[in-house]
């Protein structure tokens, strides 16, 4: 596609619920990152794929949190058993191998209630 | 691990007047990136500039400079005849460039409210 797409835009879910983000990147882009956005903070890195390389998931912050990219295209961010602190905009970004920047898509507003 | 500071969480400026948003940084790496990111209310990220570190030359994008001073480690982003459009939250990135890295993570900072007033 022409840019990054995410999906849904907004999601709101009860404590202790299950949720499931989707990334679309860009057609052709190896590599797909996720952050996490908090509320007054900066963006946090979560997990980085790069082709069929095993990811990099150093920055998950705990094991409810997974990810996967099937097809080395669309990746689905989970999120097990949310809490309330889980509530932030998640953003996903895509690029070319050594491109110096990346796309990112318009992310996914969390809100554990 | 690198760090990004930008030390002026919110900042206003006058429909085309001039202003400059700081960032500092903390590497003990010689080559790597810096990247201005722009994110409207819309929430998408969009890359205003870049910078390479072995370039001692400021990059420019139109009414977007940087100023870049390697030995203080810092990277101010002035923004020209600001627009009402140039309302955002700006985020100071920086990456590392090592080749045999296949990991091209952004470190950023919390970012910049910027707010034009008409």
């Known amino acids: 596609g022409a840019g990054v797409s995410q999906s849904p835009s907004n999601k709101v879910t009860e404590k202790g619920k299950d949720v499931e983000l989707r990334c679309d990147p860009i057609?052709?882009?190896?590599?797909l990152y996720w952050y996490r956005q908090s509320l007054g903070q900066g963006l946090e890195f979560l997990i980085y794929f790069q082709g069929n390389s095993a990811p990099d998931k150093s920055g998950l912050p705990s094991d409810r949190f997974s990810a996967e990219r099937t097809g080395g295209s669309v990746s689905t961010l989970t999120i097990q058993r949310t809490q309330q602190e889980d509530s932030a905009v998640y953003l996903c970004a895509s690029s070319l191998r050594r491109q110096n920047g990346y796309t990112f898509g318009s992310g996914t507003r969390l809100t554990v209630v | 691990a690198q760090t990004v500071t930008q030390s002026q969480p919110e900042m206003s400026v006058q429909e085309a007047e001039t202003v400059t948003l700081s960032c500092t940084y903390d590497?003990?790496?010689?080559?790597?990136?810096l990247f201005w990111y722009k994110q409207p209310p819309s929430r998408q990220m969009i890359l205003v500039i870049r910078?390479?570190?072995?370039?001692?030359q400021n990059a420019t994008e139109n009414r977007f400079s940087v100023n870049f001073q390697k030995a203080a480690k810092s990277f101010s982003l002035k923004i020209s005849d600001s627009q009402l459009g140039d309302a955002a939250m700006y985020f100071c990135?920086?990456?590392?460039?090592?080749?045999?890295?296949?990991?091209?993570?952004?470190?950023f900072g919390k970012g910049t409210l910027l707010t034009v007033n008409p």
């Open positions: 910078q390479e570190a072995y370039k001692q």
């Open positions: 057609s052709g882009h190896t590599a």
């Open positions: 590497t003990s790496e010689s080559d790597y990136y």
């Open positions: 990135a920086y990456r590392s460039y090592v080749r045999a890295s296949s990991n091209y993570k952004l470190t």
